[in-house]
């Protein structure tokens, strides 16, 4: 789960998904195409919204998306085309290009449709959950049980 910080959307995306899948056999984890929060815990209004629908994700650490990440990963989520360009700009080649993803294709397929910034909009934060939720719902589908 990519976003531009790793504070508001990849986070929940995280949690929300990984709340749907067994943990032994599908490995859940985000980070930003920026580092300008390493180390940073979630931003509280998405902590708050996870802890609102039983998803803690206050574990959870700011990072940076790394070319490492695509070795390490079968697929990767991004929430935008910002996020999306930033993170094909590091692919080796076209394996780790068929990786990258829009988030919201899983659940609108072929609309290429974006999870807004909730950053600046506090009561954006429950929308975004509800974005999610319906992307992990399929995202999960697919994984094994």
Do not use: W
């Amino acid at each position: 789960m990519v976003c531009l910080g790793n504070i508001c959307r990849s986070p929940l995306a995280e949690g929300i998904l990984q709340s749907k899948v067994n943990p032994a056999l599908v490995k859940v984890d985000s980070a930003g195409t920026s580092g300008y929060h390493h180390g940073e815990l979630p931003d509280s209004r998405s902590i708050a919204t996870g802890l609102s629908h039983n998803i803690d994700i206050r574990q959870q650490r700011s990072r940076k998306f790394s070319i490492r990440d695509f070795d390490t990963f079968d697929k990767i989520f991004v929430m935008d085309k910002s996020n999306y360009n930033n993170v094909i700009a590091l692919a080796r080649n076209d394996q780790d290009k068929n990786k990258v993803m829009l988030i919201l294709n899983q659940s609108h397929p072929n609309k290429n449709l974006e999870v807004p910034d909730p950053y600046y909009d506090d009561n954006g934060f429950e929308a975004v959950y509800q974005m999610l939720d319906q992307a992990c719902n399929q995202i999960a589908k697919t994984l094994p049980k």
